[in-house]
């Protein structure tokens, strides 16, 4: 089994930041990547940021360009988001998710339970 545990949301005022965490643990072999997603109410879970173990090339959503940065510790398993100049629509639950081959040497995507984050004046 591999869990995923996310920290660090919370309530901040527009064109604050928040960093973002998500430690990975249990039975990894090795992280092909990790990234977020969010999902705000009423809304679809969206993509947001992704960072690739093996060389950390990243990917971003539009939305987010210029404003997030993804970067992770591999020693640790652990991935971050740093979140700046943040905007009341990036008012959402941020989700954790990794590409993972277990110990067993199978592949699964796993999920962590989710953070808030809320701007707002």
């Known amino acids: 089994q591999v869990q995923l545990v996310e920290s660090g949301g919370g309530l901040v005022q527009p064109g604050g930041s928040l960093r973002l965490s998500c430690a990975a643990s249990?039975?990894?072999?090795?992280?092909?990547?990790m990234g977020w997603y969010r999902q705000a109410p009423g809304q679809q879970r969206d993509f947001v940021a992704r960072i690739f173990s093996g060389g950390g090339s990243t990917n971003y959503a539009d939305s987010v360009k210029g404003r997030f940065t993804i970067s992770r510790d591999n020693a640790k398993n652990t991935v971050y988001l740093q979140m700046n100049s943040l905007k009341p629509e990036d008012t959402a639950v941020y989700y954790c998710d990794a590409l993972v081959v277990t110990t067993s040497r199978s592949q699964f995507y796993y999920w962590g339970q989710g953070t808030p984050v809320t701007v707002s004046s």
């Open positions: 249990g039975s990894i072999f090795s992280i092909t990547h």
